[in-house]
């Protein structure tokens, strides 16, 4: 139900002045402190260009600004050389500017406990979306563990739908899917893996790796939850 109401609500969105209050919106269905939405490069540049979308203190956004964290901030270069999502515990702290980063970030109200999610897009595109929470880490690990699969679907839908509304990004056009393929998304969207996919639909896992690959293609999608965001903003999954 969170997953379909948060869909809804970026779907609804047509406007960047909207992105804010959507991300609040956001924090509160799933029960974490502060959201934010950071471009890290568009289709035209191969180089950092970021925007940003967040709902993080004033005051932070102006010291990481001022002090351009961008070129420090460890959850930016896992966003690049990754895809899977990141938990901030498991980001390497031993450099001190590492770790004092994540101390000043505390200081105004940010974390200690996070996810990050890489977004990559089929133009180039490089993207995170991060979410930070106040709980403990045993409360957080099991507030993780009910909200991972939602907010990864949610990062790429997010990144489909600013780049849109901020003009960034090109016109999305895909070929129809199958009934499997879809299937197949829709089922990876709910948060089976492989294995249950292939129960629920009694088919082999080989055919449900094949089936996505297929949907991806189709969609122009690098990732299966990539292809799970594009096939819902086109309308051709139903979530």
Same mark, same amino acid.
């Given at each position: 139900?969170?997953?379909?109401?948060?869909?809804?609500?970026?779907?609804d969105?047509?406007?960047?002045?909207?992105i804010?209050?959507?991300?609040?919106?956001?924090?509160?269905?799933?029960?974490?402190?502060?959201?934010? @939405?950071?471009?890290?490069?568009?289709?035209?540049?191969?180089?950092?260009?970021p925007?940003? @979308?967040?709902t993080?203190?004033?005051?932070?956004?102006d010291?990481y600004?001022?002090?351009? @964290?961008?070129?420090?901030?460890?959850?930016?270069?896992?966003?690049l050389?990754?895809?899977?999502?990141?938990?901030?515990?498991?980001?390497?702290?031993?450099?001190?500017?590492? *770790?004092?980063? =994540?101390?000043?970030?505390?200081?105004?109200?940010?974390?200690?406990?996070?996810?990050?999610?890489?977004?990559?897009?089929?133009y180039?595109?490089?993207? =995170?979306f *991060?979410?930070?929470?106040?709980?403990?880490?045993p409360?957080?690990?099991?507030?993780?563990?009910?909200?991972?699969?939602?907010?990864?679907?949610?990062?790429?839908?997010?990144?489909?739908?600013?780049?849109g509304?901020?003009?960034?990004?090109?016109?999305?056009?895909?070929?129809?899917?199958s009934?499997?393929?879809?299937?197949?998304?829709?089922?990876?969207?709910?948060?089976?893996?492989?294995?249950?996919?292939?129960?629920?639909?009694?088919?082999?896992? *080989?055919?449900?790796?094949?089936?996505?690959?297929?949907?991806?293609?189709?969609?122009?999608?690098?990732?299966?939850?990539?292809?799970?965001?594009r096939?819902?903003?086109?309308?051709?999954?139903?979530?």
């Open positions: 139900m969170r997953l379909h109401l948060s869909l809804e609500d970026i779907r969105t047509k406007h960047r002045g909207e804010e209050s959507l991300l609040r919106v956001t924090c509160a269905r799933y029960d974490v402190s502060h959201a934010t @939405f950071l471009a890290l490069r568009s289709k035209s540049s191969s180089k950092h260009d925007f940003y @979308f967040t993080y203190p004033k005051a932070w956004v010291t600004v001022a002090r351009n @964290f961008f070129e420090l901030d460890p959850l930016i270069a896992v966003s050389a990754g895809l899977l999502p990141v938990d901030w515990e498991s980001v390497d702290r031993t450099d001190r500017k590492v *770790s004092l980063f =994540f101390e000043e970030a505390l200081s105004h109200g940010i974390g200690p406990n996070g996810l990050t999610f890489p977004i990559r897009g089929p180039g595109e490089r993207a =995170f *991060s979410v930070s929470s106040h709980l403990t880490q409360d957080w690990a099991d507030l993780r563990a009910l909200i991972i699969n939602d907010l990864h679907v949610l990062s790429y839908y997010l990144h489909e739908t600013i780049l509304v901020t003009g960034l990004r090109p016109v999305v056009r895909s070929k129809a899917l009934r499997r393929e879809k299937q197949c998304l829709e089922l990876l969207a709910a948060g089976q893996i492989h294995k249950q996919i292939a129960a629920s639909l009694e088919i082999s896992e *080989s055919s449900v790796r094949l089936y996505l690959r297929t949907a991806r293609h189709k969609l122009g999608a690098l990732t299966s939850h990539h292809a799970v965001a096939a819902t903003i086109l309308d051709l999954i139903n979530i």
